[in-house]
């Protein structure tokens, strides 16, 4: 039975210092750092490593940012001998690097092309005229249903469909804050606007998506090496073809991670590693089962990490 699943972060996760510590004592995670500033013109590794937090925080350079350490921390593992996983799966940008880790997406077709897609995805909107609020402690029908009635001929949806807990719902601003009274009324335990640039992953992300469909249309999309669980659909893939419909489609769509963290499990997996900056994704998993294990890989301190995934403990 399958058992090991390596999940990947978008974005949110990013941190001033990510990768420095990766890059400093495996000559692999360096050189997928320097790969990234040559492909794009631009110290992204000094971005990562000092900052500052204010242009981390730029969607066109988190994007990136978060992809190439993600990808760091994915050859580190490997020179430290960690297993192929039985399965990978990323959120939202972090499905580009899980298919770079599949053997789909070559990493500087990945990292370029990822940095256009915050790009789209920033002029998308105009600033001000979209939002995104995390909800907590409600039911997925109640917020499909409350979202609906905000509404009022704009958009409002579920965007983010992260654990039983949490839904990020994003759409107009004016929307998401009738969104935000009407939830508020009926009882939810918290809902909290975010600070983000743009309402990623609803109707209003169509000019970004159709952009990104011209860009990945003249890349190359090997079948995977390692089955990859889609965000659109929450489910399983293999094939070069859907992985890239697969990228198109969940510019727009909802990221549907309980169903998809739901379906691994069911699959038999019982571990899941967190490959790359932070520890949202790990935080989200515990939310959806107290029966399996999470673990992150974002430094260098990988021998118990790898007994553990080998042995499932450590001595």
């Known amino acids: 039975m399958p058992n090991l699943a390596y999940i990947f972060p978008g974005q949110g996760s990013q941190y001033a210092g990510m990768g420095k510590d990766l890059a400093e004592n495996f000559p692999a995670a360096r050189q997928v750092f320097e790969e990234a500033d040559e ?3 631009t110290p992204l590794s000094r971005l990562c490593f000092e900052g500052p937090a204010e242009q981390l925080q730029l969607t066109e350079s988190t994007q990136p940012a978060i992809l190439t350490t993600s990808i760091a921390a994915l050859r580190a593992m490997e020179a430290a001998g960690f297993p192929i996983p039985d399965f990978v799966a990323g959120h939202s940008l972090g499905e580009y690097s ?14 370029g092309v990822v940095r256009a897609r915050g790009r789209y995805m920033q002029e998308a909107v105009p600033v001000g005229v979209g939002a995104m609020a995390a909800v907590m402690g409600a039911t997925l ?3 499909e249903r409350i979202c609906a009635a905000a509404s009022e001929g704009e958009i409002c949806a579920p965007a983010n469909i992260n654990s039983p807990n949490q839904v990020v719902i994003a759409g107009n601003a004016a929307a998401i804050d009738r969104a935000i009274e009407l939830l508020k009324a009926a ?7 975010l600070n983000v640039s743009a309402p990623f992953h609803c109707a209003l992300m169509m000019p970004a998506q159709e952009r990104l469909a011209i860009d990945l249309a003249e890349l190359e999309f090997r079948d995977l090496r390692v ?13 070069g073809t859907d992985a890239r419909a697969a ?3 969940q510019v727009s769509a909802p990221v549907r991670w309980l169903e998809s963290i739901e379906l691994l499990i069911g699959k038999g997996v019982n571990t899941f590693v967190e490959v790359g900056p932070g520890k949202v994704l790990s935080g989200l998993v515990r939310q959806i089962s107290r029966e399996v294990q999470c673990l992150n890989i974002d430094d260098s301190t990988l021998s118990d990490k790898l007994q553990f995934v080998v042995t499932g403990r450590v001595e």
Do not use: H, W
């Not at 899980?98 to 990292?111: N, P, Q, T, Y």
């Open 187 to 193: 009882g939810a335990k918290r809902v909290i606007k």
């Open 247 to 249: 990228l198109i489609k």
């Open 98 to 111: 899980a298919l770079v880790a599949a053997g789909s997406l070559s990493f500087a077709d990945a990292v």
């Open 141 to 143: 029908a109640d917020i």
């Open 39 to 41: 492909v794009l013109g």
């Open 227 to 239: 089955p990859l669980l889609t965000n659109a659909d929450a489910r399983i893939i293999e094939s």
